[in-house]
């Protein structure tokens, strides 16, 4: 069997598949997940068919901050995928099972460089208010994420949460009406390597195979950056903090059709395989406050 020379890996949610607010016209798309009996994701028609010939050519990781329980709900297409990265990289799916090797090492990386998940729960919720506050949840045992009223949100909270989590290890994402907290050391990136790492080692994949990759939030910069070369949508987290890196290209299509440009450039892409270069982290700012991604 010939090694592949493309490794691709993409986030979901606002980089491939949408809520319905990002579809601008309802007929060229499809539902790819149902919650509560109710349609709540979409991907574009061109999407659904560039994904499914993308994943039948190339071995393609979707790579996401969902729970593996989350991630399920999805009918993505191309599916089954052999790897899965859900929990913002705390959890591989390899044929659809959660790797437990990988899940122990993780949690024992988290525990050696980041305050206890106990400890940042109980000073979050201290700070938040149910005037702003509609949902709070802790994900996979790892991290945890509040759901906000966005127009209630306290101006100064992003900015004074961030200082307060940073010394302790851990970062703050904001997607949407979601503000995340997540352990500096649990990053996309590195269950993304581990991947790679093992297709390698059963000679699936190139030891110079080009990575791709693709996100639109700030826990996918340190994926963005470990790649090859990368893409994200003109909107999102990135978007608003101005992140680029030399190696990003910024789709231009709007909403839900953005996924179907990112999809479109990973075909194009493939066809050019310079030798792969440095992987390394990169920094994140939002606003005054400079921040470690997870990698």
């Known amino acids: 069997m010939t090694a592949s020379t493309v490794l691709i890996a993409s986030d979901l949610d606002r980089t491939l598949i949408y809520s319905k607010r990002f579809v601008h016209d309802s007929k060229t798309v499809a539902c790819v997940e149902i919650y509560d009996a109710k349609p709540i994701s979409y991907m574009t028609f061109g999407a659904v068919a560039r994904l499914t010939a993308s994943a039948a050519e190339f071995h393609v990781v979707p790579a996401t901050t969902r ?120 990053c996309k990136s590195h269950a993304v390597a581990e991947v790679r790492r093992r297709l390698i080692g059963r000679g699936e994949l190139a030891a110079s195979a080009l990575l791709l990759a693709a996100g639109d939030g700030a826990l996918d910069a340190g994926l963005l950056q470990s790649a090859d070369a990368a893409i994200r949508p003109a909107h999102g987290e990135l978007c608003a903090l101005g992140w680029t890196i030399p190696t990003l290209t910024v789709a231009k299509a709007p909403g839900a059709s953005a996924a179907e440009e990112i999809l479109n450039w990973f075909a194009r892409s493939s066809v050019h395989q310079p030798s792969a270069g440095r992987r390394r982290c990169n920094r994140v700012s939002h606003g005054t406050t400079s921040r470690r991604d997870m990698c």
């Open 67 to 186: 729970t593996v329980e989350q991630f399920n709900r999805i009918s993505l297409p191309g599916a089954p995928y052999r790897f899965v990265v859900t929990s913002n990289g705390g959890t591989i799916l390899v044929d659809g099972v959660p790797d437990p090797v990988w899940s122990k090492a993780v949690a024992s990386r988290i525990r050696e460089t980041c305050a206890p998940l106990g400890v940042v729960t109980d000073a979050l919720l201290a700070r938040a208010s149910d005037t702003w506050v509609r949902n709070f949840r802790v994900a996979a045992e790892l991290f945890c994420y509040l759901v906000v009223d966005e127009a209630l949100l306290p101006v100064d909270f992003l900015e004074e949460w961030h200082a307060w989590c940073e010394p302790r290890g851990w970062v703050v994402s904001r997607q949407g009406r979601k503000i995340y907290s997540v352990p500096s050391t649990l």
